[in-house]
């Protein structure tokens, strides 16, 4: 009977630690359930627009360690998904699915990133948001010759002139001539009408440049519709 009241005994012993057990299994099934509802919960709580400028942000510093990318601005990114649609835009036809393309409007740069390979693909020029400057009379059908004259010290300033021109978009604005002019002491931009025609465009113009209208000049008259002589204003 002895013998038989220990085994009852060992019997309830091996019952309360399996249930022990089996509870500290439930509790941690239980606790782990729950930790990890708790971080899904939060995920979904987080605000899409900061999850968004976390994930730039690694992207940015993953980038920068390839290829020094501007300051002062957070760039647009864009995921590259069906490259057919982009095969009209040749500045983009390095870019393949699943690359990256970081858009900085300020500095007018985008810079194709692929992921997998972890290279800076190509760098190119952007203009974002600007439209074509137009002047009063003036189109593709309608050009207004000009010629460029360098009035300062400084070189280039015609080519720089021409440049910003072609940048700017300016419709119709066709540079026939660049040269010095006679003098180095221009102290400001001068916008010569040589047609005596073209008030209204000149005075558009010497608006664009931050110049003045002038009614003569000393220089050697080109052939074009507008003469302008770059001065020391021009920035």
Do not use: C, W
Request: hydrophobic share 40%.
């Amino acid at each position: 009977m002895i013998k038989n009241s220990l085994k009852g005994l060992l019997n309830v012993k091996y019952g309360i630690v399996l249930l022990v057990v089996l509870e500290t299994f439930a509790l941690r099934y239980y606790y782990n359930s729950y930790h990890s509802l708790k971080t899904e919960v939060a995920q979904l709580k987080l605000d899409p627009q900061e999850k968004a400028k976390a994930e730039t942000k690694a992207l940015v510093a993953q980038v920068s360690k390839l290829v020094v990318l501007p300051t002062g601005e957070e760039p647009v990114v864009a995921t590259v998904t069906d490259k057919e649609k982009l095969k009209d835009q040749p500045v983009f036809e390095k870019a393949e699915n699943g690359d990256k393309i970081l858009i900085y409007g300020n500095a007018k740069k985008a810079y194709i990133y692929s992921p997998s390979k972890n290279v800076v693909v190509d760098v190119i020029p952007v203009n974002i948001g600007e439209t074509a400057i137009t002047i009063p009379g003036v189109d593709e059908k309608n050009p207004l010759r000009l010629a460029l004259y360098n009035g300062t010290k400084s070189a280039g300033l015609t080519v720089e002139l021409e440049k910003r021109i072609v940048e700017k978009k300016v419709l119709g604005l066709s540079v026939t001539a660049k040269a010095n002019a006679s003098s180095t002491t221009y102290q400001k931009t001068q916008i010569i009408d040589l047609t005596g025609k073209k008030a209204e465009q000149v005075a558009a113009l010497a608006k664009l440049l931050d110049g003045e209208v002038a009614t003569e000049s000393s220089e050697i008259r080109p052939n074009a519709d507008v003469l302008v002589v770059i001065g020391e204003n021009f920035k």
